[in-house]
């Protein structure tokens, strides 16, 4: 019975040790280093600072593009029409025109030795059709368009061509700004600078006060990220002087607007006094009108008799 016994129990614990040692070799134990939350540990894992971009964190791929637009900026051209003159409380509208730079003109031919020179064929000098390509050929290729300039963007709008170089790039945005001045965009912030092409931005611009003020056009070239948002790369201001005109009547009410409050109620006395004294003395005259009497501040009608005597 002992024997039993002693082989029953030695069975026993053999299985309540197999069950207890199961749960260690499972996968549900958490690795030491690692939180519950391991999507946010893996994302900031993914993300790491950017030179290009100022030292902005952002993901490897993203980086990599923002280098090469950084690499690929470039100086440009661009025309805005500027209102040397403006007045005040009257809108003008300003246009800013950005393009790729022309082509520099090619060299000159370099001189040649007349002796190292080839001939022409004689065919091509004496005019030998043999010589010329020929009529069933393919046509040469159309010259190209007329490639769009800044100038011609802005040309019809008021105020003065001023052309200047910006940086520019594939992505770009504008603002323009100033003190004493009421400005409205009429189109996007950002906008894509398209190859052979130029990309305006317009502002409704409305002077608030009167004497010299500056306006300030600030074009930035930007990269646009995976997640489509704009992220400054190189910006280039642009400051112009404008003199704002104040019409007289605008300043003689800017004049009584500024009187204190003494002046305000002085200025309106008068003003009530010249009313009644005008209607006093037109009241005067139509009365004495009427009487057919000349009042005593009116000189008499020769016609009368008391003119004659």
């Known amino acids: 019975m002992k024997v039993v016994r002693y082989a029953l ?3 026993l614990a053999l299985m309540l040790a197999n069950c207890n040692g199961s749960p260690g070799a499972t996968s549900n134990t958490a690795m030491p280093g690692i939180t519950a939350d391991a999507s946010t540990t893996v994302a900031e894992r993914d993300l790491h600072p950017c030179k290009a971009l100022g030292n902005r964190r952002t993901t490897v791929e993203d980086c990599s593009l923002a280098e090469e637009t950084d690499k690929s900026v470039a100086s440009g051209v661009a025309a805005f029409n500027w209102p040397q003159q403006m007045r005040r409380g009257k809108p003008v509208l300003l246009r800013l025109a950005v393009g790729e730079a022309p082509p520099p003109p ?57 052309k200047y170089a910006p940086l520019i790039g594939r992505y770009m945005s504008a603002r323009l700004s100033g003190d004493s001045f009421d400005v409205v965009s009429q189109g996007p912030e950002h906008q894509e600078v398209l190859r052979d092409s130029v990309t ?24 646009k990220d995976s997640d489509g948002q704009y ?4 910006y280039a201001p642009e400051t112009r002087k404008v003199e704002v005109e104040v019409p007289w009547w605008a300043f003689l009410m800017d004049l009584l607007l500024a009187m204190p409050a003494w002046g305000k109620a002085l200025a309106g006395a008068l003003g009530a006094l010249t009313v009644v004294a005008t209607a006093w003395w037109g009241l005067r005259r139509a009365v004495a009108g009427k009487s057919g009497k000349a009042g005593s501040g009116d000189p008499p009608d020769p016609k009368t008799p008391a003119a004659l005597t």
């Not at 031919?109 to 080839?118: C, G």
């Not at 992220?231 to 190189?234: Q, V």
């Open 106 to 162: 090619p060299p000159p031919p370099e001189p040649t030795d007349a002796a190292a020179v080839a001939p022409a064929p004689a065919g091509a000098a004496s005019g030998d059709p043999a010589a010329a390509p020929p009529e069933g050929g393919p046509p040469p290729p159309p010259p190209p368009p007329p490639r769009a300039s800044v100038e011609e963007a802005v040309e019809d709008m008021d105020g003065e061509t001023v």
């Open 200 to 223: 305006h931005w317009d502002w409704l611009v409305t002077p608030r006060a009167g004497g010299t003020h500056t306006l300030t056009i600030t074009t930035q070239v930007e990269f």
């Open 9 to 11: 129990a030695g069975l």
């Open 231 to 234: 992220i400054p790369l190189r």
